[in-house]
């Protein structure tokens, strides 16, 4: 099993920065895509950003430009470098991966516990 743990939400003014970090441990063989999933209050959860082992990454439109994931495959980290945030930044961040385990060998979708980021204008 794969448990994956963040840190660095919290609160911040309008065109501050933040760093999010997420760890994977447990019994891991392989991960694939790692990246960040975020809920805003009253709204649908969105895909923020995502990146693939190879290093190809993914971004919403509203965070281009702005935001800039990254990882460390030797650690099983991923960042989320966040540049002139917004109000409507504010919301849950959630990192997931895909991975492989040793014992459960497919591949499959893990969740971190979220941390909330606060962005007030």
């Known amino acids: 099993q794969v448990q994956l743990v963040e840190s660095g939400g919290g609160l911040v003014q309008a065109g501050g920065s933040l760093r999010l970090s997420c760890a994977a441990s447990g019994s891991i063989f392989s991960i694939n895509t790692m990246g960040w999933y975020r809920q805003a209050p009253g709204k649908q959860r969105e895909l923020v950003a995502a990146i693939t082992s190879g290093g190809r990454t993914n971004y919403a439109d509203s965070v281009k430009g702005r935001l800039t994931i990254s990882r460390d495959n030797a650690k099983n980290t991923v960042y989320l470098q966040m540049n002139s945030l917004k109000p409507e930044d504010t919301g849950v961040y959630s990192c997931?991966?895909?991975?492989?385990?040793?014992?459960?060998?497919?591949?499959?979708?893990?969740w971190g516990q979220g941390t909330q980021v606060t962005v007030s204008s």
């Open positions: 997931y991966c895909n991975a492989a385990g040793w014992v459960v060998r497919e591949m499959t979708v893990y």
